[in-house]
């Protein structure tokens, strides 16, 4: 679980901010969503390997 110490005269946008921030990092919210529903092991080997031809195509990109 992800906690946040507020700071001296420290806004509470400031701090849902930094909160937020910590959340995206440590990726709590992409593995809630990726454990919701059952993913079939196909499934996921497929997804899997989309995002890995993605990766190699962008760094390509980055090369030239």
Do not use: C, W
Request: charged share 40%; no cysteine; glycine share 4%.
């Amino acid at each position: 679980m992800s906690y946040v110490v507020a700071g001296e005269n420290e806004s509470s946008d400031s701090l849902l901010r930094r909160f937020n921030r910590k959340v995206q990092l440590e990726r709590i919210m992409s593995a809630a969503r990726r454990q919701q529903h059952y993913e079939k092991p196909l499934s996921r080997n497929k997804r899997k390997a989309i995002g890995k031809r993605k990766e190699t195509t962008k760094a390509l990109k980055r090369q030239y």
